[in-house]
């Protein structure tokens, strides 16, 4: 949930999802030439290197985050560069979104 005045507003994946493609663009815009969907990877369809990924870390960050304390950046590289998996835009969607929570439990 987000503040806004006396407001409090949750925000939803599909905010998260718009935003991050925002980022995206920001972060590599000769790298993000396809249109971005949940299923992208930034590896596989984009390229995105470490510099890439942390430029998107901290974009992050300004974003939707206060407390810089909360990524934990080599535990996000490690996900993002494991072999094991496609990394999606999905998957960071979902990361975004637990960050958030964590945050606001921090708050509360």
Request: net charge negative.
């Given at each position: 949930?987000?503040?806004?005045?006396?407001?409090?507003?949750?925000?939803?994946?599909?905010?998260v999802f718009e935003?991050?493609?925002?980022?995206?663009?920001e972060v590599a815009p000769l790298k993000v030439i396809e249109e971005i969907t949940q299923q992208t990877s930034l590896l596989e369809?984009?390229?995105?290197d470490s510099i890439d990924i942390m430029g998107t870390l901290l974009k992050i960050?300004?974003?939707?985050?206060?407390?810089s304390s909360i990524i934990e950046v080599d535990?996000?590289?490690?996900?993002?560069f494991s072999n094991e998996k496609r990394f999606t835009v999905r998957m960071i969607c979902q990361q975004i979104?637990?960050?958030?929570q964590k945050e606001e439990a921090g708050n509360e």
């Open positions: 949930m987000r503040s806004i005045g006396n407001e409090i507003k949750t925000i939803t994946e599909e905010e935003q991050l493609k925002e980022i995206l663009y369809d984009f390229a995105f960050q300004e974003r939707f985050l206060k407390d535990a996000f590289l490690n996900e993002t979104l637990e960050l958030i």
